[in-house]
């Protein structure tokens, strides 16, 4: 268990700062107020109902049950890993995973799990997204590079 502390406090560290900054960012940016940063990037509160990119609206307790699943197959597909590196992206997956599904399960909805996971980080020309999404796509990029990574230095010295 003491080779996962690393994986625990990563996820740990996602979930409690994406949860900190929501707060901020409902607290903050109700009304629809926006505060401009640089170039196309700014803070814009939106409440995403659906899936990614706001598509499947209305479908919160399906996708609820969906995040469970994901986040219990990585839980028992990550025990095969001693990598530390890849054991802490499983942590900032499921750490952001667990942020989102937070938003659906506690902030208020119309129904059951019904509730808009906040969005704040909006560039303008990609949906908009919070710290919780970040964490996960960064945590699959670094599990993809790694697994490439990984095989290619094993395969390396291997004849043709």
């Known amino acids: 268990m003491a080779s ?56 919160g307790p399906l996708l609820a049950a969906l995040v469970c699943v994901v986040i219990i197959f990585l839980v028992r597909f990550a025990r095969r890993f001693r990598d530390p590196v890849m054991r802490a992206a499983v942590g900032g997956i499921i750490g952001g995973a667990l942020g989102n599904l937070l938003d659906r399960v506690l902030r208020e909805g119309d129904g059951f799990l019904a509730a808009g996971v906040v969005d704040f980080l909006d560039l ?31 395969n390396f010295g291997s004849p043709s």
């Open 4 to 59: 996962w502390r690393g994986a625990f406090l990563v996820g740990s560290s996602v979930l409690l700062l994406d949860q900190i900054t929501k707060i901020w960012a409902v607290a903050t940016l109700e009304g629809n107020r926006t505060i401009d940063l640089f170039w196309t990037f700014r803070l814009r509160l939106v409440r995403n109902t659906g899936a990614a990119f706001s598509q499947g609206e209305d479908l």
């Open 124 to 154: 303008q020309w990609w949906p908009a997204f919070n710290l919780a999404d970040t964490a996960i796509v960064i945590g699959g990029l670094l599990m993809l590079s790694r697994r490439f990574w990984m095989e290619r230095s094993c």
